[in-house]
């Protein structure tokens, strides 16, 4: 019998990857008829009045569960969990504040390096999801079998393409996004950037590149592109402008976006030009390149990890010059990571620049192809995975 309620066992949020994968989960449960419960309180959410409706049962249902959780430290549900893990299937399925009658484990892990305790961690939850072609097949070859795929989705209902907005009159502006780290690949876009601006003053940077584990974020120094990374002030806030200024790109060629929630990143979108991702690895689809396709911003991005789920030839600017990544802490395993190439970066930037007919083109026919991954299709995959494990 399909269960009527499904357990999201993270936080919802319209700041990370993870919380927006959470918020949509709810908000689609909600719309394909079943139950969404949450036991863990949101973080830093903003939404629509339309949304907010939606999910004030829910949450008012967490407070609840929330604070039997605080009382009794344990909660065990008739209905199956989802559980956020991280590299090495951590935590183990017995440390976790809550089960069900079926466990699922959800994972998006950059590194590839895992150890037997890990594999039998994972060999614990009756399902594994993974969110990228690439982490399924990894795990497949370590010889797990219960493992299936499913893509991250975008919110079909605000990241379409729409009009230019002329924020930045006579500018052409270029958007980059994801959280400041070295695997992310801003050292990259932050090279390229400086020489093309010293081509076309008139290039903008505008960037969300708020961190909000500043522990990972260091390890933007090990970059040769750039010189050491960001301050952090006691408030946890990363002194990015300074940083880059230090790097050598002007004050007037950048705009800091700060960490805007995820329903204002379209009017973000709208104000590009183009969209940059050289990132040496995606353990997902790239959330922030999925939505800049979708909203049909020429994109360039990096064919790599699970970021070539994304792409199909005339979609996208490739970045293909690549080379092996050389492991740093705290990645022990790189298998599949990729190094791109600036001066390729900087060549695809020219390309959009000289050709903007193409570019529109292109970012025409990556807005039709990311119809394929909206979060309503992509949560009905997840919930016919989660209902074939009530089939007897």
Same mark, same amino acid.
Request: include cysteine; charge should be negative; proline fraction near 7%.
């Given at each position: 019998?399909?269960?009527?309620?499904?357990?999201?066992?993270?936080?919802?949020?319209?700041?990370?990857?993870?919380?927006?994968?959470?918020?949509?989960?709810?908000?689609?449960?909600? =719309?394909?008829?079943?139950?969404?419960? %949450?036991? @863990?309180?949101?973080?830093?959410?903003?939404?629509?009045?339309?949304?907010?409706?939606?999910?004030?049962?829910?949450?008012?249902?967490?407070?609840?569960?929330?604070?039997?959780?605080?009382?009794?430290?344990?909660?065990?549900?008739?209905?199956?969990?989802?559980?956020?893990?991280?590299?090495?299937?951590?935590?183990? %399925?017995?440390?976790?504040?809550?089960?069900?009658?079926?466990?699922?484990?959800?994972?998006?892990?950059?590194? +590839?390096?895992?150890?037997?305790?890990? %594999?039998?961690?994972?060999?614990?939850?009756?399902?594994?999801?993974?969110?990228?072609?690439?982490?399924?097949?990894?795990?497949? %070859?370590?010889?797990? +079998?219960?493992?299936?795929?499913?893509?991250?989705?975008?919110?079909?209902?605000?990241?379409?393409?729409?009009?230019?907005?002329?924020?930045?009159?006579?500018?052409?502006?270029?958007?980059?996004?994801?959280?400041?780290?070295?695997?992310?690949?801003?050292?990259?876009?932050?090279?390229?950037?400086?020489?093309?601006?010293?081509?076309?003053?008139?290039? @903008?940077?505008?960037?969300? *590149?708020?961190?909000?584990?500043?522990?990972?974020?260091?390890?933007?120094?090990?970059?040769?592109?750039?010189?050491? =990374?960001?301050?952090?002030?006691?408030?946890?806030?990363?002194?990015?402008?300074?940083?880059?200024?230090?790097?050598?790109?002007?004050?007037?060629?950048?705009?800091?976006?700060?960490?805007?929630?995820?329903?204002?990143?379209? #009017?973000?979108?709208?104000?590009?030009?183009?969209?940059?991702?050289?990132?040496?690895?995606?353990?997902?689809?790239?959330?922030?390149?999925?939505?800049?396709?979708?909203?049909? @911003?020429?994109?360039?991005? =990096?064919?790599?990890? #699970?970021?070539?789920?994304?792409?199909?030839? #005339?979609?996208?600017?490739?970045?293909?010059?690549?080379?092996?990544?050389?492991?740093?802490?705290?990645?022990? #395993?790189?298998?599949?990571?990729?190094?791109?190439?600036?001066?390729?970066?900087?060549?695809?930037?020219?390309?959009?620049?000289?050709?903007?007919?193409?570019?529109?083109?292109?970012?025409? =026919?990556?807005?039709?192809?990311?119809?394929?991954?909206? *979060?309503?299709?992509?949560?009905?995959?997840?919930?016919?995975?989660?209902?074939?494990?009530?089939?007897?």
């Amino acid at each position: 019998m399909k269960p009527d309620s499904v357990v999201i066992g993270w936080r919802p949020s319209s700041l990370s990857g993870w919380g927006v994968y959470g918020l949509n989960l709810a908000v689609q449960l909600k =719309a394909l008829g079943r139950n969404p419960i %949450l036991y @863990l309180a949101p973080h830093m959410l903003d939404v629509s009045p339309e949304i907010d409706e939606i999910l004030k049962p829910v949450l008012q249902r967490q407070v609840q569960l929330g604070e039997l959780l605080d009382k009794i430290g344990f909660l065990e549900f008739d209905f199956p969990v989802l559980h956020a893990l991280r590299n090495d299937f951590e935590p183990p %399925l017995q440390q976790q504040s809550a089960v069900g009658t079926k466990n699922i484990g959800v994972i998006f892990f950059e590194d +590839t390096e895992f150890s037997t305790e890990g %594999l039998a961690r994972a060999e614990a939850y009756d399902l594994i999801v993974t969110g990228s072609s690439w982490n399924k097949e990894i795990l497949e %070859l370590r010889g797990l +079998t219960n493992v299936v795929n499913v893509f991250q989705g975008i919110d079909d209902s605000i990241f379409y393409p729409r009009p230019k907005i002329d924020r930045y009159p006579d500018r052409f502006v270029i958007y980059s996004g994801g959280k400041l780290e070295y695997r992310k690949g801003q050292d990259v876009v932050i090279a390229a950037f400086r020489e093309f601006h010293a081509r076309h003053p008139e290039a @903008l940077l505008i960037f969300a *590149w708020g961190n909000q584990w500043p522990g990972i974020m260091p390890t933007i120094a090990n970059s040769p592109f750039v010189k050491g =990374a960001p301050e952090v002030t006691g408030d946890n806030n990363i002194l990015i402008d300074e940083w880059l200024m230090e790097n050598g790109v002007p004050e007037e060629a950048f705009i800091n976006l700060g960490m805007p929630p995820n329903k204002d990143i379209p #009017g973000h979108l709208a104000a590009a030009d183009a969209a940059v991702f050289p990132n040496r690895c995606e353990p997902g689809t790239n959330l922030v390149a999925m939505e800049a396709m979708a909203c049909g @911003l020429p994109s360039i991005v =990096a064919a790599n990890t #699970g970021q070539l789920d994304l792409i199909v030839q #005339g979609n996208y600017y490739p970045l293909e010059q690549q080379s092996p990544v050389a492991a740093y802490p705290p990645y022990k #395993g790189v298998e599949g990571w990729r190094e791109p190439s600036v001066e390729e970066t900087l060549d695809r930037l020219e390309e959009i620049y000289q050709n903007r007919e193409e570019a529109i083109g292109r970012g025409k =026919a990556a807005a039709i192809y990311m119809t394929n991954f909206t *979060w309503s299709r992509q949560i009905s995959s997840l919930l016919g995975q989660i209902d074939g494990l009530f089939v007897s």
